[in-house]
């Protein structure tokens, strides 16, 4: 076979699942390991159902289905066991990425991965959520006190918690980016927008998911996890797209009121590229231009650093957006005294996220 073998190899299985019929043995093995690596298993399992593909390959996309589907009933019970916690307290639980996706039944859902229960409350709210969640069995994992300092001060989250009995982790926001970061979204429009989507369940506005996505992955991470995150996006601008043509002008508005409109045009440039999303640009009444710029290359690049045995690449490239990442978050010399802290207990680097 004659393509590379990086995340681009993922990309195009997930943009033209018909695709992978011309994949010899080695071609499967690093499909299967990128896809594995980037926790998108369960996604290509589910793009490629009804596909073509060698019968060992069939097997283990049917584990990959199962073992997701086993993820999904999975976090809609933690989400229903913080409702069930938190409604005492008359608190919105606005969910948020994958257990968002799956409890709104949406196509960003289907096959994905799903770690910890992220949900985001109002800031005043924080101490009641809490103390509420310690009584209901969560506990605190973050042992170090500089770490829950630094969450409590400057974070867009609580520490997080984990569950003593069922080893399931929450993290509590309270926005979306953290408080040292140069941009700070509207929180309370987020609450104020979010839709029920069962009794006691929220999620953000489909434009705010979007928003929500582009700010984790350009405007605070180092674009760790960025091929699922732009998969995110690429499903919402399909989805959402079906019943409204001008979804996008609705993003690039909402994008705008949170500071975060760079942001959302270059997850929509990198979707394009990567996925083919069909994302609209607009001369009027606002001016978008979506073309490719050069520094997408390297965004691009990062994304999809892996080889064909799933492994880690182009490590100078990670480490640049891994100190972009810091730089994005906190002012200078806050950030030169954390990484000197986090260097000395030995946590600082790519792989420490």
Sequence with gaps: MDRALDGWLLAAALRAPESV??????????LLAIARAE???GTLAWRLDGVAMPPGVARIL??????????RVIALWEAEAARRALAPLGVPVV??????????DLHAGQGRSIGDLDILVPRETLGAVEAA???????????????????????????PLIHRDRDRMIDVHHTILPRTA???PDAVALLSDAVEVAPGLWTLSPADMIVHAAAHLFADGDLAGGMRNLWDVDQFCREFALNDRHFCLSVYERAWEHGLLAAVKRAFRLCHQLY??????YTTPITIDLSPRLSDRAYLRRVTARDGWGRATRPFTRQAFYIRSHWL????PMLARHLWIKWRQGGAGPASG
């Design 62 to 71: 049917t584990d990959a289905r199962a073992s997701a589907e086993q993820g």
């Design 182 to 184: 140069r941009i700070t």
């Design 276 to 281: 083919g999303t069909p994302v609209v640009g």
């Design 133 to 159: 969640l310690l009584g209901a069995g969560w506990e605190w994992v973050k042992p170090d006190p500089y770490d829950d300092a630094y969450y409590r001060q400057w974070m867009h989250e609580l520490p």
């Design 329 to 332: 978050r906190m002012p200078p």
């Design 95 to 104: 969910l948020l990425k994958g257990t968002a996706f799956v409890a709104a």
């Design 39 to 41: 926790q998108m298993i």
């Design 21 to 30: 019929r011309t994949l010899d043995a080695d071609g499967w093995t690093a």
